[in-house]
Nanobody
Framework: QLQFVESGGGLVQPGGSLRLSCKASGFTLDSTKIGWFRQAPGKEREGVSC????????YYAASVQGRFTISRDNAQNTVYLQMNNLKAEDTGVYYCAAGVGFTNQDMCTSRISQLRYWGKGTLVTVSS
């Protein structure tokens, strides 16, 4: 089955950090852009960060700019999301997905419904 497996979520206090991992299952990452997305209770899924195939170009949503860092290790078939200074509004289920032919910004904003290989997500809860 072609999908991502997300991990690393958990309960963290405001101001804390988490590192999420997204490992590809059944395919290799080296020919596709990857993005992290999240969905809070009662809200639509939104793009958090997207990264180019080589890892040199990234996009971040304004709400996470300066706090989150996306990276990828194609040899390990894995993409990471380092999240620092977490806030309550970062709470949600975090997913990753793949896309081809879009800019990083489009992939993270207007093309979410066209992305592939969605995993089951990992829950991040930021609460004191």
């Amino acid at each position: 089955q072609l999908q991502f497996v997300e991990s690393g979520g958990g309960l963290v206090q405001p101001g804390g950090s988490l590192r999420l991992s997204c490992k590809a299952s059944g395919f290799t990452l080296d020919s596709t852009k990857i993005g992290w997305f999240r969905q809070a209770p009662g809200k639509e899924r939104e793009g958090v960060s997207c990264i180019s195939i080589g890892g040199g170009i990234t996009y971040y949503a304004a709400s996470v700019q300066g706090r989150f860092t996306i990276s990828r290790d194609n040899a390990q078939n894995t993409v990471y999301l380092q999240m620092n200074n977490l806030k309550a509004e970062d709470t949600g289920v975090y997913y990753c997905a793949a896309g081809v032919g879009f800019t990083n910004q489009d992939m993270c904003t207007s093309r979410i419904s066209q992305l592939r290989y969605w995993g089951k997500g990992t829950l991040v809860t930021v609460s004191s």
